[in-house]
């Protein structure tokens, strides 16, 4: 593993910290949008604003382009909305998810505005060529659902601006190399009920009650723990929402509730839509005691595999200095990979502590992604 240098570190944590300090719930990302794009203006970088996402492109004279890319959006604040600097340490929402990133992605945008397209030479003393030109892409709405990404925004409106020979995101992943994604599909489980006065629920079918052995079964769901490409992923089905119920006086003749599958990359979205109906099938059919019931997909987007022989995803393995592992979460590596491009997620903090109080990142883990990201891309 590179050694971080402790100047860089302390000038990426300052920056992030600027980052963090500008509001950026999902659809208020105007204001960070209009820093980072005066910010890569003022460095000379060829920029395009579309909507609320930013995107700056370098033209070294490459024979290949990467696209860096990250979320300028946050989740709403739980108990980490204040922002400070303790020591190397930057605490906050979004420190970790992903602002972190975010800084170090506009420092490479920088840094390779001012590198010259010829290298110095290694042992022989020839220069060599700059392999990499960049697409960094900013862009809004990430952290809701997939129909409303900036991301996919920027796709349809210039679709040639998320095209390269490969793409890196700078999700949280503790300077570790987090291969391919697992896929994710929200569903609505709906059962019915007979309404009636609470005085007489005799004469009625309560629905909330019957949603009881739904719920029952997704606490005792055990997911399956495929490993690919010596990645090991973890499945999971999670009750998220909860609903049912008119008035306080009458037995409810529905309830539903909605759960989150989020399923390895090995299974297509009909897989998981088809192993929902595995799970709950037997309970909701209608010759069963619930009386019949429904299951209505109202997100979802496919994971994505490892691809850890591409050559970029195993130089990134190398550089990074530790094996790769699998990526739990759902994050856009799967926008590309649909496209047939090889994408990775590697950036700072512990992603663990995404979307919790404790959100930090180090300056150490800050100056070490910018340290291997740069070697990689051939920018100082």
Known sequence: MNAADPVSGRSLLDRAAQLVAIGSVSRDEAAIAAHVESLLRAAGLAVERIGDNVVARTQRGARRRAVLAGHLDTVPPSGNADVHIDGDVLWGLGATDMKGGLAILCDLAVGAAASPDRLPGGSTGEARDVQWDLTVIFYAREEVDRGE???????????ELVTADAAILLEPTGGRVEAGCQGTMRARVTVGGLA??????????????????????????????????????RESL???RIAGGVANNVVPDEASVVVNHRFAPDRSIADARAHLDEVFGPLLDASAHMDGGTIDVEDSAPGA?????????????????QPARAKLGWTDVAFFAERGMPAVNFGPGDPDLAHTPREHVTSADLGQVRSVLGELLGIA
Do not use: F, K, M
């Not at 990404?149 to 679709?159: I, K, N």
């Not at 629920?201 to 055990?222: C, F, K, S």
């Open 149 to 159: 990404s900036g991301l996919a925004e920027v796709a349809r409106v210039r679709p």
């Open 196 to 233: 009636a006065h609470t005085a007489r629920p005799w004469e009625g079918r309560n629905a909330i009650h019957r949603l009881a052995d739904v719920v029952d079964l997704v606490r005792r769901y055990e997911g399956r723990r495929p490993v690919i490409e010596g990645c090991a992923y």
């Open 238 to 240: 999670q009750a998220v």
């Open 305 to 321: 595999p490892p691809r850890l022989d591409e050559p970029v995803i195993a130089a990134l393995v190398r550089a990074s200095g």
